[in-house]
Each structure stands twice: as structure tokens, then as C-alpha cells.
């Protein structure tokens, strides 16, 4: 079946600048994304999520974009510090409930904050 | 204090034994779910609920059986049969089957010897 996936395994930024980590989805059905911070030994935690009718959403520190036209999704973080080093998976579902098995994950990007 | 629960956080077994795995949720959340991580690598599903007395296989359920006899609870059991048990397993449970965030335990730490 078709399934979310990630660009970079890891990404690399220093301390107070801006993070961008990618996701790419390949079902046009599908209607709900959401992104997942994940640290060592956790686990997921809610960070952000967004419907397939907008194409922009924020929170504290933190962007979701989502293109639907080239399938894409984006979790953009602001300013980032030592507490964001961590896995970020994203997810989506399928509409409008055709994801019976619930979410269907990406395999995550590693976000490690240098000094 | 809403959530879910995942207990033990470590558990260690012999090859050959059946272990069990705990969670629970006061969420109110009618499905749940059960994950295997393993190392830098995704989610995959092992098995799901959606109400109450049913459930169904995800993608890896070999092994693996369940049961939802309570709303708040889903106990997974690791068999014997399980040819590579050991791995971080991860609960989650949503308000339903759909476009809703999924709420995850604190997970368990299985290692079989």
C-alpha cells in the first residue's frame, strides 16, 4: 500500500536557528496529517496536526505546511533548542475514515541541535 | 490525570516464554492500538481495536494476540511463536477510527534472551 515517507534521516542545525523537516505522502485521499516528536526511550508525542482543507497551520514555535499538490508535508521549527533534539515521525489517514487501520506512519527524521 | 499507561517499562524473558504487556487508557477512547519499534526504524502496526470485543490484525501480527474485553484496556501477548520479540513496543489509543491525533503510552521495553 502506499505510505508516508521522510527526505533526510537526519538533520543537523545549530542552536537558535530554524528547522525544516520534510515529509512526502503519496495517497491523495488522504485528509489528516499530524506530527509526531519522538525522544530516546519515549514515547510519540503530539506536536502539531492539519486537514487537508488548509494548507498552513502553527502552534508555539512550530509550522505545519501541506502542499497537496506535490504531496507534501512540512514541520517547520522555530529558534530551535537542545529540547527539540528528537525523532520526528509524521503521519497521515486516510479519507474519511478509509484509514481503518488508523494512522500510517513515516519512519522519522533525527533531529539533532548543535551547540 | 487523563492518559495512557503502559506497564512495566522494561520487562526481560526467556525465549520460549508468553509475556504479556499492560495498557490502559482513561481517555474515553474507543480504539487502541498496538505498535513495534524497532531500532531507528518507524511504527508498525501489530494490532487494532475499534470498540470493545473486536479487534483486528495490523501488518505484523504474527506472533502476537490480543484482547479488549474493557473499553480502557488492551493487553498485548508476545508468544513463543514470535520469532524476534525483542523490541520497544508503543500503545496508543484515539477518540475513534479516523482523522484524530492518536495518544501514545510511555511504551515497554521487551528484551527476550
Known amino acids: 500500500g502506499e505510505s508516508v515517507g521522510l527526505h533526510l534521516p537526519t538533520l543537523s542545525v545549530q542552536e537558535g536557528d530554524n528547522s525544516i523537516i520534510n515529509c512526502a505522502y503519496s495517497?491523495?485521499?488522504?485528509?489528516?496529517f499530524i506530527w509526531y516528536k519522538q525522544e530516546s526511550g519515549k514515547g510519540p508525542q503530539f506536536i502539531i496536526d492539519i486537514r487537508s482543507n488548509m494548507d498552513k497551520r502553527q502552534g508555539q514555535r512550530v509550522t505545519v505546511l501541506l502542499n497537496k499538490t506535490v504531496k507534501h508535508l512540512s514541520l517547520q521549527i522555530a529558534a530551535t533548542q537542545p529540547g527539540d533534539s528528537a525523532v520526528y515521525f509524521c503521519?497521515?489517514?486516510?479519507?474519511?475514515?478509509?484509514?481503518?487501520?488508523?494512522?500510517?506512519f513515516g519512519k522519522g527524521t533525527h533531529l539533532i541541535i548543535q551547540p | 490525570d487523563g492518559g495512557i499507561t503502559q506497564s512495566p517499562k522494561y520487562l526481560f524473558r526467556k525465549e520460549g516464554q508468553n509475556v504479556t504487556l499492560s495498557c490502559e487508557q482513561n481517555?474515553?477512547?474507543?480504539?487502541m492500538y498496538w505498535y513495534r519499534q524497532d531500532p531507528g526504524q518507524g511504527l508498525r502496526l501489530i494490532y487494532y481495536?475499534?470498540?470493545?470485543?473486536?479487534?483486528q490484525k495490523g501488518d505484523i501480527a504474527e506472533g502476537y494476540s490480543v484482547s479488549r474485553e474493557k473499553k480502557e484496556s488492551f493487553p498485548l501477548t508476545v508468544t513463543s511463536a514470535q520469532k524476534n520479540p525483542t523490541a520497544f513496543y508503543l500503545c496508543?489509543?484515539?477518540?475513534?477510527?479516523?482523522?484524530?491525533?492518536?495518544?501514545f503510552g510511555p511504551g515497554t521495553r521487551l528484551t527476550v534472551t
Open positions: 496508543a489509543s484515539q477518540l475513534a477510527i479516523g482523522s484524530y491525533e492518536q495518544y
Open positions: 481517555l474515553n477512547h474507543d480504539a
Open positions: 481495536s475499534q470498540i470493545v470485543n473486536d479487534f
Open positions: 503521519a497521515e489517514n486516510l479519507a474519511p475514515q478509509g484509514g481503518a487501520d488508523g494512522l500510517t
Open positions: 495517497n491523495s485521499a488522504s485528509d489528516y
